[in-house]
């Protein structure tokens, strides 16, 4: 499934359909800086959880969002610099709770998350936007 946000606007039109596209509850965002990642965590939490508090967790590697359904964990992991320091900072406990993950920089764990259904999405600047890729695996 691929989607093209034109402009922040363009969010709004496609949530909906993006949000039936996710099929897994750890959800890996890749892209360069800049690509669209957490805008898209703050649009992702908006429009399936009627929440809008929404930062970016560089430093504090993890953020939880307690909302009215469940509790949202969103990872940055753009510092991590190998599974073992992600595993001695307890981001791998995270993902054996059942809630909803989101990853930014999720590659330097990919090896460990190969073995777990997850979605996929590739953000890609392109043309003055952002084209959107997902792709589920079981």
């Given at each position: 499934?691929?989607?093209?946000?034109?402009?922040?606007?363009?969010?709004?039109?496609?949530?909906?359909?993006?949000?039936?596209?996710?099929?897994?509850?750890?959800?890996?965002?890749?892209?360069?800086?800049?690509?669209?990642?957490?805008?898209?965590?703050?649009?992702?939490?908006?429009?399936?959880?009627?929440?809008?508090?929404v930062?970016?967790?560089?430093?504090?590697?993890?953020?939880?969002?307690?909302?009215d359904?469940?509790?949202?964990?969103?990872?940055?992991?753009?510092?991590?610099?190998?599974?073992?320091?992600?595993?001695?900072?307890?981001?791998?406990e995270?993902?054996?709770?059942g809630?909803?993950?989101?990853?930014?920089?999720?590659?330097?764990?990919?090896?460990?998350?190969?073995?777990?259904?997850?979605?996929?999405?590739?953000?890609?600047?392109?043309?003055?936007?952002?084209?959107?890729?997902?792709?589920?695996?079981?």
């Open positions: 499934m691929q989607y093209w946000i034109e402009d922040p606007e363009a969010w709004e039109k496609h949530m909906p359909n993006i949000l039936k596209d996710i099929q897994h509850p750890i959800i890996l965002l890749s892209g360069n800086l800049g690509a669209g990642k957490t805008s898209f965590v703050r649009h992702f939490l908006k429009f399936g959880y009627d929440f809008s508090e930062s970016s967790p560089t430093f504090s590697l993890v953020n939880e969002y307690h909302t359904r469940s509790i949202i964990y969103h990872m940055d992991l753009y510092r991590i610099k190998s599974e073992d320091e992600a595993e001695e900072a307890g981001i791998l995270y993902l054996d709770t809630n909803t993950v989101l990853i930014e920089w999720p590659e330097i764990i990919i090896s460990i998350l190969k073995s777990m259904p997850r979605c996929h999405l590739y953000f890609n600047e392109k043309n003055g936007g952002r084209e959107l890729r997902i792709q589920n695996f079981n």
